[in-house]
């Protein structure tokens, strides 16, 4: 057995030797994994450790070894309980930093990446305002300042030891002289001793004489250190402002996002693991606020040519660079029809997109006299104002329009994202006709329908157009979508209960769908207004997965967009609380199956792995068979698009032994596919 078992390993390595090139070429992140891509950017606290740094930045957490100057970042996906943190402050007495969250979680970070998490404050019911306002650490307490009260943590024992309902706003604490001292938000300070039983409000009062500087902030770490840190790169964006991505040329764009917020307008790009942030202080040059860029496009001719529409007007990049502003006075854009004349600060350019041709398309929101405009390949502009796209009754066009895209019949579509007039709209530009779906909703039992948005559009691969809306998704059929007929469809699929009644229910009637994209299986994301991400099967019945920020590593509920690079099934979340990543099991089919185009990861499948083996490089729906050098079968399926995993175990549910496979594809249609190997080592 012995000598067998090195013959297997010495046969694995030599196969692993062959295909080294390939294997360090198609590396990838393992099928169910997540990655979060926070912002590191915006320095808020520094807190010494030792020889360590942690520091609060754009509301992330990373450590800093002075010692030998590695940078560690932390993030909900790699052991932090959650996002958006608010405060820092370390604890030397229990070796330990404690970091609390908008929502009022806490986490314990040890120097050596140990998080331990307190939900006791975030998880108890109560109608009092949790919000923690900063953070006294006192031997191995911390007390935390919130606007009932201060809640005080045994740091040593990761519990809530004491909680002080003061019926007040709490700005600071402090402890000094055995007793604790509290700063209201209206300046008065009251005392405590700590001899007493401070739960009992009574044992409170208003303090007499207040130790001068007893409030003052301790800032001398940041002092210290501050401008050590700024020559820090911890990497990631520069802004979590994640309310639009798109995958494109092996590249993910991101920008804001239509938001209440008026955010600095960023344009961010990830390619490669890296990040570039396009120019934006270009206040100065364009003369007014630039804010908000709500959606991009990259010409079809120049992967380096980008133009992005945002809250203030149209803009040109190229490499990264600003290049020029389309604005009042050089475009027929208009300003909002909601301020003054010539205000170039709301030119509300609400969606892009260039056709095969080149020529840009782009919807003007809230404009008085245009709404859907041309910027053809030789920089001319072309008006193709509709009255369909207009509000009656208030002068303006459609306020949210947005999700422009294009389907295979070269058909344009975009939706309304707002209550006034909530809208799909189907333009053909061969013929310049518009058809606006944007009144008589009803479905295919004829039930009328109310909206108070529309959102996001995206083609699945049969055809069929679907959309989100505030009471679910819906799709209109591939024919519908062909014709261009008045008054279609507004489907909903219904899902058949499967328990005897012969009954059905319609696809996730009654959730705010804000995102919808459609991956090379054919299954439907749907990234919703505060209940995460749902996966539906290809054909619409199954709900393949639900993650939501209390099950999964998802930053937020709050999904606001959806990209999927197709080449390796990474799909992205552009949330309110910033971008993060799941590895799917799908990918986009190939044409063809050839030999070096499909492989198997990992590959050698080494001993003590227990994740899935992936095979990438199929056709759509290809028959695959996995069989012992020897041609017994040991596991079979179908591919996902262009993916098929695998667990490593047998059609019995066992782990198969230690040996080379052969991978035996095969198209849908029973033609020949081709055939790779797999080494496993175990």
């Known amino acids: 057995m012995r000598m067998v078992s090195t013959g297997v390993a010495k046969n694995a390595a030599a196969m692993l030797m062959m295909a080294l090139a390939l294997a360090a070429a198609t590396a990838r992140a393992a099928v169910g994994s997540w990655r979060a891509y926070m912002a590191y950017h915006d320095v808020q606290q520094i807190r010494e450790a030792g020889s360590h740094l942690f520091v609060l930045a754009s ?20 052991g932090l309980s959650d996002t958006y943190m608010t405060n820092i402050e370390w604890c030397n007495a229990a070796r330990r930093l404690i970091a609390v969250y908008s929502n009022s979680n806490i986490d314990l970070v040890a120097t050596d990446g140990t998080v331990t998490n307190i939900p006791d404050l975030y998880s108890k019911s109560m109608t009092e305002d949790k919000t923690v306002n900063s953070i006294t650490v006192s031997g191995n307490d911390a007390y935390l300042a919130t606007n009932f009260g201060v809640v005080r943590v045994d740091m040593a024992n990761a519990v809530i030891s004491e909680t002080y309902n003061l019926g007040l706003q709490v700005n600071r604490v402090a402890v000094s002289g055995g007793s604790v001292y509290v700063q209201a938000a209206g300046g008065d300070v009251l005392a405590g001793s700590l001899s007493s039983n401070l739960l009992d409000r009574g044992n409170w009062s208003e303090a007499a004489d207040i130790p001068p500087g007893l409030f003052d902030e301790d800032n001398s770490a940041y002092e210290k250190y501050h401008e050590l840190v700024e020559t820090l790169d911890p990497g990631g964006p520069d802004y979590n402002y994640m309310g639009f991505v798109m995958f494109k040329n092996g590249r993910l764009y991101t920008a804001n996002g239509m938001s209440e917020l008026e955010n600095k307008a960023c344009l961010q790009v990830l390619h490669d693991g890296d990040w570039t942030v396009y120019e934006n202080d270009i206040e100065g040059e364009i003369g007014h606020r630039f804010v908000n860029l709500m959606a991009c496009d990259v010409d079809p001719d120049d ?19 600003f ?54 390949r030789s920089g001319e502009w072309v008006d193709h104002h509709d009255s369909q796209l207009m509000v009656e009754g208030y002068g303006r066009s459609m306020e949210g329009m947005s999700g422009m895209m294009f389907d295979s019949r070269g058909l344009m579509w975009f939706a309304n994202n707002y209550y006034r007039k909530p809208a799909v709209m189907r333009y053909q530009p061969s013929a310049d006709a518009l058809l606006a779906y944007s009144s008589g909703f009803t479905n295919q039992d004829g039930v009328s329908l109310t909206f108070n948005y529309l959102s996001d559009v995206a083609e699945d691969r049969e055809g069929n157009i679907w959309f989100g809306s505030n009471i679910g998704p819906f799709y209109i059929s ?57 996966l539906i099967s290809a054909d619409n019945t199954e709900q393949v997965c639900h993650f939501t920020a209390e099950n999964s590593p998802l930053l937020s509920d709050n999904v606001m967009d959806i990209a999927i690079d197709g080449t390796t099934g990474e799909v992205f979340f552009g949330t309110d609380n910033g971008l993060c990543s799941y590895m799917s099991d799908a990918t986009e089919p190939a044409t063809e199956m050839e030999k070096g185009n499909v492989y198997a990861y990992p590959n050698p499948v080494e001993p003590g792995y227990t994740g899935l083996i992936t095979v990438v490089g199929l056709t759509f729906d290809a028959d695959v068979k996995v069989t012992t050098a020897t041609g017994y079968l040991v596991a ?35 033609s020949k596919g081709t055939v790779c190997k797999l080494a496993i080592v175990n």
């Open 323 to 376: 290049v020029k502003e389309y604005s009042i006075g050089n475009s027929p854009l208009k300003e909002a029809a909601t301020v003054s004349q010539g205000n170039r600060n709301y030119v509300i350019v609400s969606a892009v997109r260039f056709d095969s041709s080149g020529n840009l398309w782009l919807a003007n929101s809230i404009s008085p006299s245009t709404s859907l405009l041309e910027l053809t």
């Open 478 to 534: 591939a024919s519908d979508a062909a014709q261009g007929a008045p008054g279609a469809v507004f489907n909903q699929f219904k899902v058949p209960r499967n328990d005897g009644s012969n009954l059905a229910d319609y696809l996730l009637s009654g959730i705010g769908i804000t995102a919808v994209a459609v991956d090379g299986a054919n299954r439907k994301w749907f990234g919703t207004a505060g209940n995460g991400v749902y």
């Open 636 to 670: 079979e399926g179908r591919s996902s698009g262009g993916t098929f995993t695998w667990d490593g175990r047998d059609r019995q549910g066992k782990r198969v032994a230690s040996g080379v496979y052969n991978i035996v594809t095969a198209k849908s249609d029973g």
């Open 59 to 78: 509301n992330g957490l990373y450590q800093y070894n002075m010692a030998d100057q590695s940078i560690t970042t932390y993030d909900k996906v790699n």
């Open 303 to 321: 992967p380096e040519h980008v133009f992005a529409g945002g809250q203030t007007g149209l803009y040109e990049y190229r490499s990264g660079r």
